[in-house]
């Protein structure tokens, strides 16, 4: 097994000292999968770069082992540690983008891991590597098994990096977000193949995500983890059917469906603290409506729940601990039981008031007619294009002032290359042909000043937050830099007032505005590329993936914020998406993608009951759901 023995990092930052994880325990068996849970910022990843010895330079190890085989890793020298990075223990990274060399050949970097950890050599290296691209779903890995990362997209730079990992066959694998920019068939694939692997070779996986669908579907054991600690360890079926901490039970009614389509989700108010505050009491407590006075003023500790409290089968012979650090439960003298009569533990519903939502406009706000995107894949020896390849094919729809069209389809079907044509990202790498109407006027045949006014109308929220913020600009230039090109109208006192509401509105404290996009984390940086598209007070906004990097709670906000923003200022959405429960819940109209062309659109309810194509039923049949009810 692989054991994690009060583990604890501390990272030096301008702040003061980041106290990233605090005495973690936990244990993975072989052939297990344990799901690690939470918001972003929490230290999930933290976590899996601990247990890799990869900290950043400011990082390091304050306490703790990580036991494997009951060999202390953490004391083992750099040299001794390369054969178990990588060989015993595999990491999925969660940005592809910045994870794979973008000077190499994805081959080249696939036959070097294959090389480095198993008795593969040459040829056959290179065999393995395209057979292990053809397991994850990479079409003619004969050909793309050449390639170089940028002509792949997310979806598929991401099933490279899984490929790798586990051609290296580790043992143990942990797998940050490893399906977070995957499609739904894409990641039932990769999830069936985790499976056949923990059966043939007893792979022990330490699983990192905030899809708590896909954790129902995977994983034996949860650990849900808050501002660096585990406050709720239990066995899978026991944390979906008898969620016992208030943020878990939060967590599970934030989830999007069609159910809850015109409610507000039941998002959970303010962020996670910052991990350099000298906490006093239970670190939840500022967001729990199930908050006293002892919660603010000590600390819990990690207790264990009787039988009858935890929610396991009685005729369980071994049920597994189920442990809850939260003062509803326990006492200052280690006795665990409620604090409150069990009436009192039910969480107070969502509210379901809204806003009236404007009249709808007959005149479509956009029209796309007859769009086709190609892009050159050889170029002859004058210049002139040989071979090209279409990645949008003769596509249509409409999207209505106010509504939101939901463009949906496996990764490298064209979805992410229709919304960049549209915001004309585009023009210099592709041959475009169609029209795309935004009130009647073309935006294929705008240039200058008038393409600089429809691009404060039409703005768009990119799928890889990472690579779509500069680097070298801190937060509130980033925020500020369209402003200052599309607002000219806006003074400084005004321009620093809206950045600070935008804050408020995604979720992250007014102090990030001084802060790198280096020093969030992934789904902190989604919240800033979506408060960079609102700057600018668009009417419509291409949402390319604007969820997958976000946990649940974040996603319910996020969820919240665009539905509110559509009622209140008529703001239309082109949501693309591979997340059906997100489908559900925003959509109007559905059109679905297959291989650059429309296969099937509809009314949102209607292509979701009843697809009318084959592609369309396989498509809905592969998304997980939560299928143990809630115990309210």
Known sequence: MLTIDKLSVTLDADAGQVHAIDQMRLTLQRGETLALVGESGCGKSMTALALMRLLPDAGRISGGRLLLDEQDLFALPEAQMRAVRGGRIGMIFQEPSTSLNPVLRIGAQMVEAIQAHTRWRGVEARRKAIDWLKRVGIPEPERRIDAYPHQLSGGQKQRVMIAMTL??????????????????TIQAQILDLLRELQRERRLGVLLITHDLAVVAGMAHQVALMYAGQIIEVAAAATFFAQPRHPYARLLLQALPDAAKRGERLAAIAGTVPPLWTKFQGCRFAPRCDRAWAQCHAQAPALDVLPQALAGEPQQSPQPQPHEVRCWLYSHADGAAQPALPPAELQLRPATTTAAAVPEADDKPLLEVRNLSVRFALKRGWWGGAQTYFNAVDDVSYVIQPGKTLALVGESGCGKTSSGKAIVQLLRRSAQLEGQA???????????????????RAVQIIFQDPFASLNPRLRVSDVLEEGLLALR???????????LEQLLDQVGLRRD??????????????????IARALAVEPRLIVCDE????LDV???????????????ERGLAFLFITHNIGVVEYVADEVAVM?????????????????PQQRYTRELLAAVPRLRTPLVR
């Open 167 to 184: 051609a290296a066959e580790p043992d143990y694998l942990i797998a940050d977000e490893p399906t977070t920019a995957l499609d739904v």
């Open 437 to 455: 109407l935004l009130e009647g006027q073309d935006l294929f045949q705008l240039h200058g000043q008038a393409l600089q006014q429809a691009r």
């Open 488 to 498: 000219p109208d806006l003074d400084a006192r005004q321009r620093r007032q809206n």
């Open 512 to 529: 990030a505005l001084q802060r790198w996009p280096h020093e969030f984390s992934g789904g902190q940086r989604q919240r800033l590329a």
């Open 546 to 549: 604007p969820t997958s990097a």
């Open 553 to 567: 709670s974040v996603q319910a906000q996020i969820l919240n914020l665009l539905r509110d923003l559509q009622r």
């Open 594 to 610: 297959q291989a650059g062309r429309i296969v099937e659109t509809g009314p949102c309810a209607s292509v979701l009951a009843a």
